[in-house]
T-cell receptor, first 115, second 115 residues
Framework: KNQVEQSPQSLIILEGKNCTLQCNYTVSPFSNLRWYKQDTGRGPVSLTIMTFSENTKSNGRYTATLDADTKQSSLHITASQLSDSASYIC??????????????FGTGTRLQVTL | NAGVTQTPKFQVLKTGQSMTLQCAQD?????MYWYRQDPGMGLRLIYYSASEGTTDKGEVPNGYNVSRLNKREFSLRLESAAPSQTSVYFCASSEDGLGGNSPLHFGNGTRLTVT
């Protein structure tokens, strides 16, 4: 069964500090891995998408890495800001045709940035 | 720059009542989706539409029907609401389908409570 597991479940950091969120997956055959940011009461917003051949991708202060051999990804947030407080969701896409191509969503890491 | 618009934002139904959740996108995307988000679970696909006039079941289609009215609009109908359908419902769209590399663009959700 395709699964995506994220850790930690929740995290509290001080403003200005860095943090790293983890994502392990067992989705096969792999197509791409995505990170989304979801603010409270809002829909998820795409941060990065990485295919099999990409091992790192940045979007401003967000840097995602992918190790397709170990089936692990991380999202590193640099110099955190209060506006980074949100849930971060890892999503893995499996290869297939039409609806057989499936996105498996993790349950997210809830990040709180405090003063 | 509206993106994906969902209505209503909140809804309370009694068991057995029916309702339709509306979704419209202004990005000229071919693919549209309905997901539900429940506490402690990743988003789960209810229905998917690869193009105007086509719809496919996702992981959790029971109790729901959809209509792809035109390229812009994709509605979700609950014919006889049950407490198990209490959830947050997200509509999304993307340039290509589930097997592609384009990001999903989500609306801000409809929070539905069935009593």
């Amino acid at each position: 069964k395709n699964q995506v597991e994220q850790s930690p479940q929740s995290l509290i950091i001080l403003e200005g500090k860095n943090c790293t969120l983890q994502c392990n997956y067992t989705v096969s055959p792999f197509s791409n891995l995505r990170w989304y940011k979801q603010d409270t009461g809002r829909g998820p917003v795409s941060l990065t998408i990485m295919t099999f051949s990409e091992n790192t991708k940045s979007n401003g202060r967000y840097t995602a890495t992918l190790d397709a051999d170990t089936k692990q990804s991380s999202l590193h947030i640099t110099a955190s800001q209060l506006s980074d407080s949100a849930s971060y969701i890892c999503v893995v896409s499996a290869v297939g045709t039409g609806t057989a191509s499936k996105l498996t969503f993790g349950t997210g890491t809830r990040l709180q940035v405090t003063l | 720059n509206a993106g994906v618009t969902q209505t209503p934002k909140f809804q309370v139904l009694k068991t057995g009542q029916s309702m339709t959740l509306q979704c419209a996108q202004d990005m000229n995307h071919n693919s549209m989706y309905w997901y539900r988000q429940d506490p402690g679970m990743g988003l789960r696909l209810i229905y998917y539409s690869a193009s105007e006039g086509t719809t496919d079941k996702g992981e959790v289609p029971n109790g729901y029907n959809v209509s792809r009215l035109n390229k812009r609009e994709f509605s979700l109908r609950l014919e006889s609401a049950a407490p198990s359908q209490t959830s947050v419902y997200f509509c999304a769209s993307s340039e290509d389908g589930l097997g592609g590399n384009s990001p999903l663009h989500f609306g801000n959700g409809t929070r539905l409570t069935v009593t």
